[in-house]
């Protein structure tokens, strides 16, 4: 008895992570980087920064540009998928019906900066990257309100973040977001949205947890505590941990 008694407690030791064993481990995120437009010159240096950031949670991260992963079986060995800097027409029709699967499936989807800059003329990612972009001013320092600071992209934050970043302006945004920070264009020059600016937020989106930013435009983004912390923030919803 002492000893099954020393078994379960070692077991229960590694299944809540005493051990230093994450439940994040058994979790794996493909970041996806295509364009077929305008390509930030932070891509490369991004990628680098999340997938180290992820792998210091424990979560494994897998980057490709090939839209052909997503008619393979691999997909589904992703337990959500981050678009970072997509831009332009990404999909063609058949990629498009295995994406819409793999969503419908119960899988995550997280979108940074111009994840809204892609796929334009596809109604149903809009429905699911809530915004479409639509125009932006020069880079530059702006405050942003944070409206929700109970969630896992926003709990490290005050109620004021001051952060220099490329602003983008939204079209097409969609009704039901859950808006988690909101952009003061007082703040800043060249803002078109007015008084209600959403500038990152989260929904369930037909079965589907996605979180989505529009900052990381600029190398030195990824260099900030705060934005770090954001974005795996982000991931951590979109994961459920």
């Known amino acids: 008895m002492k000893k099954y008694a020393v078994f379960i407690v070692l077991l229960m030791i590694t299944l809540f992570g005493l051990s230093g064993i994450s439940y994040a481990a058994s979790k794996k995120v493909l970041i ?8 930030h010159d932070n891509i490369e240096k991004g990628v680098e920064v999340l997938k180290k950031l992820y792998a ?3 979560i494994q991260s897998v980057h490709s540009e090939d839209a052909n992963l997503f008619l393979s079986d691999s997909l589904a060995t992703f337990d959500a998928v981050l678009f970072f800097s997509t831009t332009g027409t990404i999909f063609n029709e058949e990629q498009k019906v295995a994406f819409q699967k793999y969503i419908r499936s119960g899988k995550g989807f ?3 900066h111009a994840a809204t800059d892609t796929e334009h003329d596809w109604p149903w990612y ?5 915004a479409y972009f639509l125009s932006h001013p020069k ?6 309100q944070v409206l929700n600071r109970k969630h896992p992209a926003t709990e490290h934050l005050n109620k004021i973040w001051l952060h220099k970043d ?24 060249g803002g078109k949205m007015g008084e209600v600016h959403p500038i990152a937020w989260f929904q369930e989106f037909e079965g ?3 979180f989505y930013t529009g900052l990381g435009h600029t190398k030195e983004s990824f260099d900030s505590i705060a934005f770090q912390k954001h974005v795996v923030g982000g991931i951590r919803y979109v994961l459920g941990l």
């Open 126 to 130: 809009n429905q699911l990257v809530g």
């Open 110 to 112: 997280m979108g940074i």
């Open 32 to 39: 996806f980087t295509k364009t077929a437009g305008f390509r």
């Open 166 to 189: 490329e602003w983008y302006d939204f079209k097409d945004v969609q009704s039901g977001l859950n808006v988690l920070m909101n952009l003061d264009e007082k703040s800043y020059e």
């Open 139 to 144: 880079v530059q320092e702006a405050k942003l």
């Open 56 to 58: 210091e949670i424990g």
């Open 208 to 210: 589907a947890r996605m």
